[in-house]
């Protein structure tokens, strides 16, 4: 019995004593594992802990310039949110934005304190501004640029207005762009923004015409690959002129497809057209388009004859594109709704295209097609399903087209 007892006694003290061990050992673990934890956690808020603009000394106020300040807490943001509390940040030099950069502003405004050639320099991958505004302020050639290489860009609720030619001679002459979005660019989002008072007060060197752009996308220079798989969206497009070429969204300068989505946009005030395509492979969906003027809208460096309001809502000079479901409308006249020329595989599909109610009708096509190559036979048109009011034509075809499908459209 007392041997017994003893080995008992020898087993309790061993099991305690191995439990003790195991217990001391989880608790080691258990340090560790918060430690370890505790530092990533470190890493993660360092990296995604919000960089506010006004601890590197920005007032916000609208007369300090805030330029150098802002460039530090660009150069300490990269993979970081920057933040734009509620005012007015003056700048004398353009922004540059690079990889993984996230601005978000709060009533927060950009305002071009000096002549510019744009306000934002994008170039880099994986980079959201929200919540902008970009004023011009009249001295600023551009408001964003979105530079070759970058990718994955979203440009989500911001305004950008008053861009215009900059009285410094080497930049009063050139192209005035909302936002120029160059060749070899890929993943670009353009979402719920407004794009305002882009407008030409000087004729652009070598043409001579007065030219502005709501957005732009083209090879900045020509070895530029093409830009591709960019969204317009949910955005308004409001006074881009004059009527000498004023227009809302432009693509251009690329032979491949684009994949170029323009979806649920809204166009007023547009002076020449709301949308020229240029470049193969769009979508131009769901958007408004309203002619405002009526007798109002004239050619400054064109000769003026005085028949019509605005040239076209929609010109497609490039082929695989796809017109659906818009609402084209307004006051004054177009001399055409939907322009096509020199571009085959198109698709005009539930559209309601509408001349102005004011606007005289006797001339105008609902949708013009053309060329202006000789010899050239265009193909593979679809024409379903549209309603065509107060217009001369409903399609107007003066060249050769095979493979031409139109049914089921209603002409009032």
Same mark, same amino acid.
């Given at each position: 019995?007392?041997?017994?007892?003893?080995?008992?006694? !020898?087993?309790?003290?061993?099991?305690?004593?191995?439990?003790?061990?195991?217990?001391?050992?989880?608790?080691?673990?258990?340090?560790?594992?918060?430690?370890?934890?505790?530092?990533?956690?470190?890493?993660?808020?360092?990296? *995604?802990?919000?960089?506010?603009?006004?601890?590197?000394?920005?007032?916000?106020?609208?007369?300090?310039?805030?330029?150098?300040?802002?460039?530090?807490?660009?150069?300490?943001?990269?993979?970081?949110? &920057?933040?734009?509390?509620?005012?007015?940040?003056? &700048?004398?030099?353009?922004?540059?934005?690079?990889?993984?950069?996230? &601005? *978000?502003?709060? $009533?927060?405004?950009?305002?071009?304190?000096?002549?510019?050639? *744009?306000?934002?320099?994008?170039?880099?991958?994986?980079?959201?501004?929200?919540?902008?505004?970009?004023?011009?302020?009249?001295?600023?050639?551009?408001?964003?640029?979105?530079?070759?290489?970058? +990718?994955?860009?979203?440009?989500?609720?911001?305004?950008?207005?008053?861009?215009? $030619?900059?009285?410094?001679?080497?930049?009063?002459?050139?192209?005035?762009?909302?936002?120029?979005?160059?060749?070899?660019?890929?993943?670009?989002?353009?979402?719920?923004?407004?794009? $305002?008072?882009?407008?030409?007060?000087?004729?652009?060197?070598?043409?001579?015409?007065?030219?502005? +752009?709501?957005?732009?996308?083209?090879?900045?220079?020509?070895?530029?690959?093409?830009?591709?798989?960019?969204?317009?969206?949910?955005?308004?497009?409001?006074?881009?002129?004059?009527?000498?070429?004023?227009?809302?969204?432009?693509?251009?300068?690329?032979?491949?497809?684009?994949?170029?989505?323009?979806?649920?946009?809204?166009?007023?005030?547009?002076?020449?057209?709301?949308?020229?395509?240029?470049?193969?492979?769009?979508?131009?969906?769901?958007?408004?388009?309203?002619?405002?003027?009526?007798?109002?809208?004239?050619?400054?460096?064109?000769?003026?004859?005085?028949?019509?309001?605005?040239?076209?809502?929609?010109?497609?000079?490039?082929?695989?594109?796809?017109?659906?479901?818009?609402?084209?409308?307004?006051?004054?006249?177009?001399?055409?709704?939907?322009? !096509?020329?020199?571009?085959?595989?198109?698709?005009?599909?539930?559209?309601?295209?509408?001349?102005?109610?004011?606007?005289?009708?006797?001339?105008?096509?609902?949708?013009?097609?053309?060329?202006?190559?000789?010899?050239?036979?265009?193909?593979?048109?679809? &024409?379903?399903?549209?309603?065509?009011?107060?217009?001369?034509?409903?399609?107007?075809?003066?060249?050769?087209?095979?493979?031409?499908?139109?049914?089921?459209?209603?002409?009032?």
């Amino acid at each position: 019995m007392l041997f017994m007892g003893r080995i008992l006694d !020898i087993y309790n003290s061993f099991i305690k004593e191995e439990f003790g061990r195991l217990l001391r050992r989880k608790k080691w673990i258990l340090f560790i594992l918060i430690g370890v934890l505790s530092t990533l956690l470190m890493i993660w808020y360092n990296q *995604t802990k919000a960089v506010n603009v006004k601890d590197y000394g920005a007032e916000g106020d609208g007369i300090t310039d805030d330029t150098t300040a802002i460039e530090m807490a660009m150069q300490d943001s990269r993979n970081h949110k &920057i933040y734009f509390p509620p005012g007015t940040y003056k &700048i004398t030099r353009e922004i540059a934005i690079h990889d993984g950069v996230e &601005i *978000t502003g709060e $009533q927060a405004a950009l305002k071009a304190g000096a002549d510019l050639f *744009t306000m934002l320099r994008i170039k880099g991958q994986h980079v959201h501004i929200e919540g902008m505004t970009f004023n011009g302020s009249n001295t600023s050639l551009r408001g964003l640029t979105i530079a070759s290489g970058s +990718r994955y860009v979203v440009i989500s609720n911001c305004r950008i207005h008053h861009i215009t $030619q900059p009285e410094n001679p080497s930049l009063s002459r050139l192209t005035v762009i909302g936002i120029r979005i160059e060749g070899g660019t890929r993943n670009i989002s353009i979402d719920h923004c407004k794009i $305002q008072n882009v407008f030409a007060r000087n004729p652009i060197k070598g043409w001579d015409h007065y030219v502005a +752009r709501g957005i732009l996308i083209s090879p900045e220079q020509t070895q530029q690959p093409a830009a591709k798989n960019i969204t317009i969206s949910h955005s308004s497009f409001t006074s881009i002129g004059p009527k000498d070429d004023g227009d809302g969204i432009v693509i251009q300068g690329f032979d491949e497809d684009v994949n170029l989505k323009i979806l649920n946009n809204n166009f007023s005030y547009n002076h020449k057209r709301a949308i020229k395509i240029q470049s193969p492979g769009t979508l131009i969906k769901g958007n408004k388009i309203y002619n405002n003027f009526y007798k109002n809208n004239f050619y400054t460096t064109y000769p003026e004859n005085d028949a019509y309001d605005m040239w076209a809502a929609i010109s497609v000079y490039a082929s695989n594109t796809t017109i659906e479901k818009n609402t084209i409308t307004g006051v004054g006249r177009y001399a055409r709704v939907i322009d !096509i020329s020199n571009a085959s595989d198109i698709k005009i599909i539930k559209n309601v295209l509408k001349n102005g109610y004011r606007g005289t009708n006797h001339d105008s096509s609902m949708i013009s097609i053309t060329s202006t190559k000789s010899g050239e036979i265009l193909k593979n048109f679809t &024409i379903l399903d549209n309603t065509f009011i107060n217009g001369r034509f409903g399609i107007l075809a003066s060249s050769k087209i095979t493979n031409l499908k139109v049914w089921n459209n209603k002409l009032n």
